[in-house]
């Protein structure tokens, strides 16, 4: 979004591990995508000296804000590391907490319990809040034979689309693991118009659309205005590199 105050510059903070690379972060990249297993981003840290490259570990805490300044900003990455290759610029890949739900192992049985039950019981011990819908479907037995709570949340999910035609999402965000109906609506928490904040727009095979914008804030599952009609978001891409531009993938529901 371009800001209401033109004078105001768009920044982004960045805390790896405890300390602040903001202002050392030539380049980065967030994915965040309602129809992907988790968000994913990479970051270009200029480290000459190599100190942070020794000293940054796989699974230290990586959080990603940004915004123009003097604003609040917007939280569009929050996980950990993933993978760090000792270069400078340093190139550090992360992934959200859903590294939690691949990693945690279950083996239990659930009998006669309903699918919402089963998904709070699953995810009891991941350190993340819920925020689990009412699904009063109840499932007779569910065997989970060492399996992850990643594949235990997609099974329980594939149940309830194949029994009642409900499509359930799920996504983490701000530290809580949302389970959850598609909610159309809602009212539009940006609104984008064509020659004001919109760079570029084009419609996609897939029956997605897409925009190019400046620093937006916007997440998926949220509801904007595109040229005067209310969209879904389903996807977005938060790209900085001397600036910000953020891309997003929206459906059109009227």
């Known amino acids: 979004m371009a800001s209401?105050?033109?004078?105001?510059?768009?920044?982004?903070?960045?805390?790896?591990?405890?300390?602040?690379?903001g202002?050392?972060?030539?380049?980065?990249?967030?994915?965040?995508?309602?129809?992907?297993?988790?968000?994913?981003?990479?970051?270009?840290?200029?480290?000459?000296?190599?100190?942070?490259?020794?000293?940054?570990?796989?699974?230290?805490?990586?959080?990603?804000?940004?915004g123009y300044a003097g604003?609040?900003?917007?939280?569009?990455?929050?996980?950990?590391?993933?993978?760090?290759?000792?270069?400078?610029?340093?190139?550090?890949r992360g992934i959200d907490y859903n590294a939690i739900l691949n990693h945690k192992r279950v083996r239990v049985t659930?009998?006669?319990?309903?699918?919402?039950?089963?998904?709070?019981?699953?995810?009891?011990?991941?350190?993340?809040?819920?925020?689990v819908e009412d699904c009063q479907l109840e499932i007779d037995c569910l065997p989970f034979f060492d399996r992850t709570v990643r594949e235990c949340v997609d099974a329980v999910t594939e149940l309830?689309?194949?029994?009642?035609?409900?499509?359930?999402l799920d996504y983490i965000r701000d530290g809580v693991f949302h389970w959850r109906k598609k909610d159309i609506s809602g009212s539009p928490v940006?609104?984008?118009?064509?020659?004001?904040?919109?760079?570029?727009?084009?419609?996609?095979?897939?029956?997605?659309?897409?925009?190019?914008t400046l620093v937006?804030?916007?997440r998926h599952s949220e509801i904007i205005e595109v040229d005067g009609e209310k969209c879904f978001v389903v996807k977005v891409e938060y790209?900085?590199?001397s600036g910000g531009r953020t891309r997003i993938w929206y459906e059109h529901i009227g």
């Open 4 to 21: 209401p105050y033109p004078y105001l510059s768009p920044v982004i903070d960045v805390t790896l591990a405890g300390a602040s690379v």
């Open 23 to 66: 202002p050392f972060t030539a380049r980065l990249g967030v994915t965040s995508d309602l129809c992907g297993k988790a968000d994913t981003c990479i970051l270009l840290v200029a480290d000459g000296k190599g100190e942070l490259g020794r000293a940054v570990r796989r699974g230290d805490p990586l959080l990603i804000r940004w």
């Open 71 to 92: 604003e609040d900003s917007l939280e569009i990455f929050r996980g950990v590391v993933r993978e760090v290759g000792l270069s400078d610029p340093l190139v550090i």
């Open 110 to 131: 659930f009998e006669e319990e309903t699918a919402a039950g089963i998904i709070q019981a699953v995810m009891a011990d991941t350190g993340l809040g819920l925020d």
């Open 160 to 168: 309830v689309r194949s029994e009642t035609g409900e499509e359930i």
């Open 190 to 212: 940006h609104a984008f118009r064509m020659g004001v904040n919109i760079i570029r727009q084009e419609a996609r095979q897939d029956g997605l659309s897409c925009m190019e």
């Open 216 to 218: 937006a804030p916007v």
């Open 239 to 241: 790209i900085w590199e």
